[in-house]
């Protein structure tokens, strides 16, 4: 077998017609299967809050590049632009992509897209946020978007793992974004953070999907109520494809309705891409 070189040692193609070369700013490792990155945003780089690009390296040995799709976790507005990823020991690119150092170039999608964006649901009184794993990137975007807070009465932000230590962001949610210049008051008066863990003793233990069903979500929430309301709320959903797909037909028994960019709806989906 080849050993595959780093990162920081391949030197990117110049620029493409599909895509940006950007500088590493940070990397921030939180377990040994999740980190998180930020690159320079090109000027002429637009997106919604809640959208996806191509995020990738250049491929080995002159190689066509590899790319996958990343949730953007930073909002609209970001001077940079922040992912969330996991680390794949034998994954094409997350092999590779981990090892990225401050300093290093990577390549940018030019295209941005996606669903889970606030266009795509019908206005609400409450947003939930559902994401597993690093199907939470999407709302870390939502989430510091002082539009969000202006649609919404209330935003929850639900993040599923296996262990306590997978809920990265913690930090931030608890007490960090109640500080940030834009979405700071009203994310103290309207963001509810609600995690679960499901291999480990938690507060809130179990799959989200499992405190959908016995209403613990949203007796937890304090509504007076044990399943989603059609007219009041509104969800998004990230992460993997079992939870999405099970929490899809949960949604759909209770009378909301999936929408999309072209048809706003009650709730829109998306699975996290790398995993
Ligand atoms: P579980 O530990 O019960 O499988 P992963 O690390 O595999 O991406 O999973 C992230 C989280 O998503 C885990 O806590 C996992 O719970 C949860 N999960 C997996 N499948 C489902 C599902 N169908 N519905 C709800 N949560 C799920």
């Known amino acids: ?68 799709a990343y949730s953007v976790a930073s909002p609209h507005f970001a001077d940079e632009l922040e992912f969330f990823s996991i680390k794949v020991a034998d994954g094409p690119l997350t092999s590779r992509l981990q090892k990225i150092e401050a300093g290093d170039q990577i390549l940018l999608g030019k295209k941005p897209t996606g669903t889970l964006v606030l266009d795509a649901v019908k206005p609400g009184k409450r947003l939930f946020l559902i994401g597993t794993g690093t199907g939470l990137a999407p709302w870390l975007s939502v989430a510091r978007d002082p539009e969000a807070y202006e649609r919404f009465e209330q935003l929850i932000v639900c993040h599923t793992v296996r262990e306590v230590k997978d809920l990265a962001y913690r930090d931030l949610f608890e007490g960090g974004i109640f500080a940030d210049e834009l ?12 995690p679960t863990v499901t291999r480990e003793p938690f507060k809130t233990p179990g799959r989200i999907t499992d405190r959908i069903l016995s209403g613990a979500l949203f007796h937890d929430l304090g509504l007076a109520r044990d399943r989603f309301d059609a007219v009041e709320d509104r969800v998004m959903l990230c992460g993997s494809m079992a939870m999405i ?20 709806g009650d709730f829109v989906l998306e699975r996290a891409f790398v995993g």
């Open 1 to 68: 077998m080849t050993e595959l070189a780093p990162p920081h040692a391949i030197k990117p193609r110049l620029e493409s017609s599909v895509h940006f070369v950007v500088d590493v700013l940070w990397v921030k490792h939180w377990t040994d299967r999740l980190f998180s990155f930020a690159v320079s945003r090109p000027p002429s780089f637009r997106f919604r809050s809640g959208e996806f690009v191509m995020i990738g390296l250049p491929g080995e040995d002159g190689g066509k590049p590899i790319l996958r």
């Open 245 to 264: 797909k099970d929490t899809a037909a949960i949604l759909e028994a209770q009378g909301l309705v999936e929408g999309s960019n072209a048809e706003p």
């Open 183 to 194: 979405v700071g008051d009203e994310a103290r008066a309207k963001l509810a953070y609600y």
